[in-house]
């Protein structure tokens, strides 16, 4: 039956690897579970029900989206609440409280009224081709450049905010910038504060992952990314043990292993007010549900050409079999998650990690959305996975993920530029979108001004103005 469903001869997998591959993926974008909720909700008084709601929420919209992915498109790949996406839409939450007056909780439900329109709006485009036109529309050599770009994104969150160490002043530490671009140990010591000594035991744990990947894939082990993730916590929790004088798991004996599903019913569970959005205006709303489109769009469309791209699953014309029912599954995703209670739900780029474990076929995604629907009764467990060891895997990822950029023809500047721009913007603005978005402006720019336009096709055009109107005309 499993090889019925998903063709797993046909894609030269087997089940073992597809499972590991699996595991692989959750373990690298499990930090979601908890950091998502972090990010959407306030803990004043109704924000740890709030919070509940949400943790339940993330588990549970993900794992539907996934589903959808495994069984409809038979892909790799995973998705979840996206980074990015739901930090502005915990932004647009405290504008609607400031605008309104209204409590955190139902401000909260008017920002879910825009997650559903978005992923509605997705699926009917998605189920009239539009998105997979849109995919089409983007050149060739900007399609080549998106994974090299991502793979520098996954690096810089590899070496930076996924490592989980903050200075004194709650600033994210980078490993690059704060440890190795120091003139001197004190300086660096100085900068980080009290967090200097978990500073050091993260770099040299994400270090000492690494390795034990590279070594491991050298010798052609599949399970490299998820036994360097493994060695990486070892160390982690001996270092914690006997230096720090920390139990790592002293947390699992005091954990609450109850989902909290009233939490969840009686403050995000099919909780709409949209009322409380109409009050902000139409005009506001219809510019928030816009950007949500703009930046979930082309984070998906970006997220899924480049992941494909590393795994070899695109034609000789740059497409990706099955790309519409992938982008339908991300519809469903989104919206299952305004249903349950948070932000777009999105094709993660964490699925890379997957992929790379050798991870071919939807048996992937349902092996990680199984592990996140197992996460409502044993996140305690996912939660003592040091941060340091899933950017031992980001990391890895990431570097394998720039080799794409021998497939660009470096004689073509209209080539080039774009993906320099591209490689450059997406790890420091941390956006997919807006990366492709400055990259199909440079190309279409290249292509006017040196008398090429008639190559440039008018839906290329029309996205590149779309993104001007985002970048510069939007408020």
């Known amino acids: 039956m499993i090889e019925k469903i998903f063709k797993l001869k046909e894609n030269n997998t087997s089940v073992k690897t597809e499972v590991i591959a699996g595991l692989t ?37 993900s794992a539907i989206g996934i589903f959808v992915m495994a069984f409809l498109a038979n892909k790799p790949f995973a998705m979840a609440p996206g980074m990015g996406l739901n930090s502005f839409f915990a932004i647009v939450v405290a504008n609607i409280v400031g605008l309104t007056g209204m409590t955190y909780v139902d401000s909260f439900q008017a920002a879910l009224c825009i997650i559903l329109i978005e992923g509605v709006i997705f699926l009917i485009l998605s189920v009239l081709n539009v998105r997979e036109k849109i995919v089409e529309a983007i050149p060739l050599g900007v399609r080549l450049g998106i994974a090299p770009a991502i793979g520098l994104m996954l690096m810089n969150i590899g070496l930076g905010s996924n490592a989980g160490v903050y200075n004194a002043e709650g600033d994210v530490f980078y490993v690059m910038k704060d440890f190795f671009g120091a003139l001197t140990p004190g300086i660096s010591k100085t900068n980080m504060g009290e967090s200097y000594d978990q500073m050091v035991l993260t770099v040299v744990t994400m270090f000492v992952g690494l390795f034990i990947i590279i070594i491991l894939a050298q010798q052609g082990v599949k399970a490299a990314v998820i036994l360097g993730m493994l060695g990486a916590s070892a160390l982690y929790w001996v270092v914690e043990a006997i230096v720090f004088n920390t139990n790592p798991f002293a947390g699992l004996a005091k954990a609450s292993w109850l989902p909290p599903f009233g939490d969840m019913a009686s403050t995000t569970l099919f909780k709409f007010n949209f009322s409380g959005l109409m009050d902000i205006g139409i005009f506001t709303v219809v510019t928030l549900i816009i950007t949500f489109c703009i930046i979930d769009m082309f984070d998906t469309i970006g997220t899924l050409v480049g992941t494909a791209s590393r795994a070899g699953m695109l034609d000789e014309n740059g497409k990706m ?28 780029v964490e699925s890379a990690s997957g992929v790379e474990a050798g991870g071919r076929t939807g048996l992937t995604a349902f092996t990680t959305g199984i592990l996140f629907l197992a996460c409502i009764f044993i996140a305690p467990i996912a939660a003592i996975i040091p941060p340091a060891a899933t950017s031992s895997a980001l990391i890895y990822v990431g570097i394998l993920m720039i080799t794409g950029l021998k497939n660009i023809d470096f004689s073509d500047i209209a080539q080039v530029a774009p993906v320099a721009i591209m490689v450059i913007s997406m790890p420091i603005s941390g956006s997919i979108g807006h990366g492709i978005g400055l990259g199909m402006i440079t190309y279409t720019v290249i292509k006017v001004f040196t008398g090429k336009a008639k190559e440039v096709s008018v839906l290329t055009y029309a996205i590149s103005l779309i993104f001007l109107i985002k970048f510069f005309l939007v408020v």
């Open 25 to 61: 993926t959750f373990m690298t974008m499990a930090y979601i579970i908890a950091l998502n909720p972090n990010l959407l909700t306030n803990f004043g008084a109704e924000g740890k029900e709030l919070w509940n709601g949400v943790f339940l929420a993330t588990c549970i919209a």
């Open 321 to 348: 079999p099955k790309m519409k029912e992938a982008l339908a599954a991300d519809a469903v995703g989104t919206i299952a998650g305004s249903l349950t209670g948070t932000s777009t739900v999105t094709t993660f």
